[in-house]
């Protein structure tokens, strides 16, 4: 499996909670969110679906563009999704 940075937002339901976030393995993340591991916003909220990712070659590039998408606004985001 190749590892590789990506920016991701997931879901509680349709035009529910969003969250997005950065891994350099999405794989295990989402699996992360998915099974309880992760404490935390996505755990308390139930927001474990991905909608919606993006692959990225540099880390600095996800976590730069992870940043620029939490600035957006919600209409935005869904629009993107």
Same mark, same amino acid.
């Given at each position: 499996? =190749? &590892?590789?940075?990506?920016? #991701?937002? /997931?879901?509680? +339901?349709?035009? $529910?909670?969003? #969250? ?5 393995? /999405?794989?295990?993340? %989402?699996?992360?969110?998915?099974? $309880? %591991?992760?404490? $935390?916003?996505?755990? +308390? #909220? *139930? %927001?474990?679906?991905?909608v919606y990712f993006e692959m990225h070659t540099e880390m600095l590039a996800a976590v730069t563009r992870e940043k620029h998408l @939490? @600035?957006? &606004? +919600? *209409?935005? @985001?869904?629009?993107? =999704?």
């Amino acid at each position: 499996m =190749i &590892k590789q940075p990506a920016v #991701y937002i /997931l879901a509680s +339901r349709p035009n $529910g909670t969003l #969250y997005i976030g950065v891994s350099s393995n /999405l794989l295990q993340r %989402v699996w992360q969110h998915k099974s $309880g %591991v992760v404490d $935390g916003f996505t755990d +308390r #909220y *139930d %927001v474990h679906l991905l909608v919606y990712f993006e692959m990225h070659t540099e880390m600095l590039a996800a976590v730069t563009r992870e940043k620029h998408l @939490k @600035k957006w &606004k +919600r *209409d935005w @985001k869904i629009a993107l =999704i």
